[in-house]
């Protein structure tokens, strides 16, 4: 995939799975993968850090930067789930296909568990935060998705074929 081609872009809430089915995608297709949040890390230090250090609103301007990187690497990419708020990055996606993955409260429960996701700190219910957090955004993941899976039941391999299925053009069935 070169830099004039559509990426496969991940998008949806935190715990959904956009990593772990992204790279799998990837790899199905032989093309490479870029996460936004692993490329911050790597560059920046951990997100949780940046967070309490700058504030959230510089970690969105480096989230921008590393979206920008990512949707010109190709391939398919993940993002953080508060990446979509960007205006810009909105733009961005319209020009690349976009899938949105969900996942139910009682399985993201399990899986942002124990994590040091910025968002979810200093609030005691963790699990209130993520729903608040969901819906809030689920609109404008919605409204820049080109199909929909939910990832909280089954293999993840089953997503990821079906992904990769869509993406060759041999599928349809996504819930969007």
């Known amino acids: 995939m070169t830099s004039d081609s559509k990426a496969i872009v991940m998008i949806g809430p935190m715990g ?13 297709l032989e093309v490479p993968f870029f996460d936004t949040d692993a ?6 230090g951990p997100i949780d850090q940046l967070f309490a ?12 930067a590393a979206v920008t990187e990512g949707l010109a690497t190709g391939g398919v990419v993940s993002l953080g789930g508060g990446a979509v708020l960007d205006a ?7 020009r690349h296909r976009v899938v949105l993955l969900t996942v139910a409260p009682r399985v993201v429960a399990i899986r942002v568990r ?4 910025p968002l979810l700190q200093g609030d ?12 809030q955004r689920r609109p404008t993941y919605e409204r820049l998705a080109d199909i929909s899976f939910d990832t909280s039941n089954g293999p993840l ?11 060759r053009g041999d599928d349809d069935q996504g819930e969007a």
């Open 16 to 28: 959904a799975g956009k990593t772990s089915v992204g790279k799998r995608v990837a790899r199905a």
């Open 39 to 44: 490329a911050i890390s790597r560059e920046h």
């Open 53 to 64: 250090d700058h504030g959230e609103t510089y970690f969105r301007a480096l989230e921008r």
């Open 88 to 94: 810009a990055t909105q733009a961005d996606l319209a």
């Open 114 to 117: 124990g994590t040091s996701r």
């Open 124 to 135: 005691d219910d963790a699990l209130a935060r993520w729903t608040t957090i969901f819906e």
């Open 157 to 167: 391999q089953n997503v990821v074929d079906r992904i990769v299925a869509w993406t």
